[in-house]
């Protein structure tokens, strides 16, 4: 089935709108931000819940640092920030007083990667699913659209531990509106069947993955898209069985191929099921400022870059 472009929705509009409607449900849910709310979208939830909503001004790591307080108190925090600032700047809070007693904290981290556009290379963070994979007992979910978004939101409410979940600024395809769709930590999602290479991808880049594939088929090439919704823990199941059944492996991310969804991937196939790979992403560089689009292009993250690398990779 083509991919439907015609409805499109941020991911952190997904995030503010899940956090309203999940809050009616969860009294104990806070949520807090660092003067982003009407960036962040969080601003949905205090409108609805004004006093459950907590604006720590510019000071992320005591954000951290207040929420990590709210757990120990019984209360399910969301901390938000964009990414840059939520697994950058208080990395350190992050690890050490939500990890490191493993708290109930929630991280809603959102204009993530280089679809930041405009505001250039030092907003643009391309290393946080990398940072927040290595911390210990971290959960590490990237969503693909506003649909998985929000379940993604609601799984974390329902999971017991530090979670973080990356959202974007730019609005992108809803892929996932359909009656089988099923959300699950730690579960990817085959979302088109091929046998001659597997594209695994996460968060924006699994619509530009199918939109590949497609291109992909016109040429007779069979490619298989696996959506990794949850980075960590890894579904290494569907990882292996997509490596042994297509012989080999492509990641796509909007994230450095270092540390993230390609790292991932790589670690797990080195040690249980070596297979030829290809990681496509950041290649260890900054991004610079632009449009989001004109962004994804040149750093060949669209469709017709994945294309690109994948048939000569699979034709090498």
């Given at each position: 089935m083509p991919v439907d472009m015609s409805k499109k929705i941020a991911t952190r509009e997904s995030y503010g709108n899940a956090l309203a409607e999940i809050g009616a449900e969860y009294p104990d849910?806070?949520?807090?931000?660092?003067?982003?709310?009407?960036?962040?979208?969080?601003?949905?939830?205090?409108?609805?819940f004004p006093d459950r909503h907590i604006d720590c001004g510019i000071a992320e790591a005591n954000m951290v640092g207040i929420a990590a307080g709210l757990a120990t108190a019984g209360k399910i925090?969301?901390?938000s920030s964009f990414a840059m600032f939520a697994a950058g700047r208080a990395f350190e809070q992050v690890r050490n007083s939500v990890g490191y007693p493993h708290l109930n904290v929630k991280i809603g981290a959102t204009h993530a990667g280089i679809t930041v556009g405009e505001d250039g290379a030092s907003h643009q963070c391309n290393e946080d699913l990398a940072l927040m994979r290595v911390i210990p007992g971290m959960v590490v979910m990237c969503p693909s659209d506003d649909i998985e978004a929000k379940a993604a939101v609601r799984a974390a409410v329902e999971y017991q531990g530090p979670v973080y979940i990356r959202f974007g600024r730019a609005a992108v395809p809803v892929i996932n509106d359909n009656p089988e769709y099923k959300f699950e930590i730690g579960k990817g999602i085959t979302m088109m069947d091929g046998s001659d290479v597997t594209i695994i991808a996460t968060g924006i880049e699994v619509c530009e993955a199918m939109l590949a594939a497609e291109k992909l088929a016109a040429d007779g090439i069979s490619a298989r898209v696996i959506n990794i919704h949850t980075l960590k823990p890894l579904d290494e199941e569907l990882v292996i069985?997509?490596?042994k059944e297509t012989g080999k492996i492509v990641t796509v991310e909007e994230h450095s191929i270092?540390?993230?969804?390609g790292g991932a991937v790589?670690?797990?196939?080195?040690?249980?099921?070596?297979?030829?790979?290809l990681r496509i992403g950041?290649?260890?560089?900054?991004g610079e400022s632009g449009s989001a689009g004109a962004l994804v292009k040149k750093y060949g993250l669209d469709?017709?870059?994945?294309?690109?690398k994948v048939k000569a990779f699979v034709q090498a």
């Open positions: 849910l806070v949520v807090l931000d660092a003067d982003l709310a009407g960036a962040t979208k969080t601003g949905i939830f205090k409108k609805a925090p969301f901390v069985k997509a490596a270092i540390g993230g969804l790589s670690e797990c196939l080195s040690e249980k099921c070596p297979t030829r790979m950041m290649n260890d560089v900054f469709a017709d870059g994945i294309y690109e």
